[in-house]
């Protein structure tokens, strides 16, 4: 133990206080090579975390563009029974001529628009309605075009190889 009373005793040097002559440097962020790694791992992580999520998003996406067809559809039963016969224009259902949809099923703008909603006639008279996909949603080569015929029967086109039954 040291003290001061002691003849000779010498106390052991204190550091040198911040800010002083001989203080070590603080370190003041980081290093060029810490941020190319990090920079890396978040290019590696966006790789394969963004296909997974537009995928999501697409896969999602048809859910609307189905629930939009069978919404047509029961408005067309009500039409039938109200008129004795199938409305043959979308406006005639209480819908907008072009109809077009966003991601809420909501009648939206051109730009916006997931699908476009369109009646199929054959000579004049209602035989379905179908979802065209529309913008980002066209990029959805699994399940292209969505459609129901007035009976109920379900369809799908979709791109050479693809099977279209999973798209109902």
Not at 56 to 84: I, T
Not at 85 to 90: E, V
Not at 116 to 122: K, S
């Amino acid at each position: 133990m040291w003290t001061d009373s002691e003849p000779g005793a010498k106390r052991p040097a204190d550091p040198p206080a911040k800010g002083q002559a001989g203080a070590a440097p603080a370190p003041r962020g980081f290093s060029l090579l810490e941020l190319l790694i990090s920079l890396l791992l978040v290019g590696i992580l966006l790789g394969v975390a963004l296909p997974a999520y537009q995928g999501s998003v697409l896969h999602s996406n048809r859910a609307v563009g189905r629930a939009v067809l069978l919404d047509v559809l029961a408005r067309q039963e009500a039409y039938f029974l109200n008129h004795r016969d199938y409305a043959a224009a979308l406006t005639d259902l209480g819908l907008p001529a072009p109809y077009y949809v966003d991601g809420q099923a909501q009648p939206a703008d051109r730009a916006r628009a997931i699908y476009r909603i369109r009646l199929d006639l054959l000579a004049s008279v209602y035989s379905g309605v179908r979802a065209v996909p529309h913008n980002l949603q066209a990029r959805d080569t699994q399940c292209q075009i969505l459609s129901i015929s007035r009976q109920g029967v379900r369809a799908a086109s979709a791109s050479p190889g693809t099977a279209g039954r999973r798209c109902w």
